[in-house]
């Protein structure tokens, strides 16, 4: 009998203290995850719970000066999406299977995602609604109406393929600008994404509409570009022919500037590449030896390929370069066009020991005024000008013109200009400079020259882009032209277009008087 009543104890206490001990490990239990993996079961509870999908906007037009011609568009397209953790395990196997087949996806690759324990998955982005409508269509069939989402979206479309390729760029995969002016501008062109926030319960089923939140994306505004379409399409063609005649293997570049605006007209640059598909290469030679290279080879290649070499690469101008000495020798005092025998060409010139001849060495120009030395775009008279203008002078007259710093325009990835600093420049290097030689600008840079004399002296900055239009209003904002400094005065700047129109009409530039207008 005593023995019983201590085994009921025993038993009692086994008992108490066995309830004690689920208590405390409950407890235990109750704080670990309230404690150390709330803030992580919460997160899983609402990313289960919350579908939070982007909403892409349409991205603003890009049109020609008319405002009317569209050189860049968006078309509508649809992304498809998926929330693993609320597609039943039944089905995700066979949604995997019908979402590789309809948009020739990897199976392994969509299986993975389909597998994943987060809230949303991107399957395919920008695809045609003709493909999101079979899914629609199997959807339907196999009685899944969750974690699947169709949303709208948009894709760049270039509808003239190669034309202002180099100017115009392109866009990536999440339509963020990466070239050209698709990239300079991208803030206005690119609009604000918008979302689709949707609370749904365990099961992955709506909570009402109450539980939806919607807030729209908002399109991006268009820009009207400076460039003339047929202006455009002319500059190419004939560039295109002339670098192919002539076997240019680094290419070529127009630019047709308006001086009195900066507008810039066309910008044509040889080879070009197609919009639509800008990771094709342009160059046959390379497209068969293409899969042997390596990714920084093809990198490179592509970064060559879409380069403006109007703004990016720099060159030495030559003769071109002597308006700029003689419109410093105008503006100086230091002679006029037409001092009949002012200067003299004996074949050469000694600069500090260095003899330096003309093009046309074996048969002097002899006697000349500056309008002929122009017209014969003879060394040995430039020279001496450079030498009486001096350094200081000559430094000053590249700074009014610009030549010293970019121009601004409104492109990514412009140069600048390579010359010697100032203090390094002796009598042989401004011998040098003073007829185009021994050093590099842009070509961008030099239509700002012309541009410059053509504008009466007064030097306007070039542009791309001379109006915003409001995609919702239509409204048209016009940018303010640049204006810059008035470099020479109108009087010696009509005396130097005069004597460009000797060049052209009598001297070594005959061969442009069919492109006169």
């Known amino acids: 009998m005593w023995i019983s009543e201590v085994g009921r104890k025993r038993r009692l206490r086994n008992m108490l203290l066995a309830f004690f001990a689920i208590q405390i490990a409950l407890i235990t239990r109750v704080g670990f995850i309230q404690f150390i993996q709330g803030s992580e079961l919460q ?8 579908l939070n ?13 008319t405002g009317k011609i569209e050189l860049a568009v968006s078309a509508s397209t649809e992304t498809v999406s998926i929330n693993p953790t609320n597609i039943s395990t039944d089905d995700k196997e066979k949604l995997t299977r019908a979402l590789a087949d309809i948009f020739e996806l990897d199976y392994e ?63 990536g995969s999440d339509n963020q600008g990466l070239e ?38 908002e399109d991006g505004d268009d820009i009207i570009l400076t460039i003339d ?54 160059n046959d030679e390379l497209k068969a030896i293409w899969d042997t290279l390596s990714s920084s080879e093809k990198s490179n290649y592509l970064l060559q390929m879409w380069r403006n070499k109007a703004i990016s690469d720099t060159y030495e101008p030559g003769s071109t370069f002597k308006l700029v000495t003689s419109s410093a020798a105008l503006e100086e005092g230091i002679t006029d066009t037409d001092n009949s025998g002012e200067f003299n060409c004996s074949g050469s010139i000694t600069i500090a020991g260095a003899r330096i001849k003309c093009w046309r060495y074996y048969r002097p120009h002899g006697a000349q005024s500056l309008r002929e030395a122009l017209m014969n775009s003879c060394n040995p008279v430039f020279i001496g000008i ?23 325009i409104d492109l990514p990835g412009e140069a600048n200009s390579i010359f010697l600093k100032e203090e390094k420049v002796g009598p042989v290097e401004l011998a040098t400079i003073s007829f185009g030689q021994r050093f590099e600008i842009t070509p961008i840079q030099m239509a ?52 460009m129109q000797s060049v052209v009409d009598e001297g070594t530039g005959k061969n442009a008087r069919s492109c006169r207008i």
Not at 54 to 65: M, S, T
Not at 387 to 406: C, I, M, N, P, W
Not at 478 to 497: R, Y
């Open 43 to 50: 997160a899983m509870a609402y990313s289960q719970q919350t």
């Open 53 to 65: 999908r982007a909403v892409n906007p349409k991205r603003g037009r890009i049109l020609d000066r």
């Open 109 to 171: 690759t969509v299986l993975k995602k389909v597998k994943k324990r987060t809230s949303i998955e991107i399957i395919a982005k920008k695809v045609d609604k003709e493909k999101t409508d079979k899914l629609r269509i199997w959807l339907e069939e196999n009685n899944i109406t969750t974690g699947v989402n169709i949303d709208e979206d948009t894709k760049r479309y270039y509808p003239y393929s190669t034309l202002a390729s180099n100017i115009i760029g392109f866009t």
């Open 180 to 217: 050209g002016l698709e990239s300079y501008y991208d803030d206005i062109l690119n609009g604000t994404q918008g979302k689709i926030l949707k609370l749904t319960d365990a099961t992955g089923t709506d909570i009402g509409i109450e539980g939806e939140n919607y807030i729209p994306a």
């Open 229 to 282: 379409m047929t202006i455009q399409a002319i500059a190419e063609k004939y560039l295109s022919q002339a670098c192919i005649d002539n076997e240019c293997t680094e290419g070529g570049n127009v630019i047709i500037l308006n001086p009195k605006s900066g507008d810039i007209l066309a910008m044509a640059t040889y080879p070009n590449y197609d919009l639509n598909s800008p990771y094709e290469i342009n």
């Open 386 to 408: 450079g030498q009486e203008l001096g350094v200081a002078t000559f430094y000053d007259y590249l700074e009014k013109f610009g030549l010293l710093s970019r121009t601004g």
């Open 448 to 499: 700002k020259i012309v541009g410059t004399i053509a504008n009466n002296g007064k030097a306007v900055n070039p542009r791309l882009v001379k109006a915003i239009q409001d995609s919702e209003t239509g409204e048209i904002k016009e940018l303010s032209i640049e204006e810059g400094n008035q470099v020479i005065s109108k009087e010696n700047a009509q005396k130097v277009l005069n004597m």
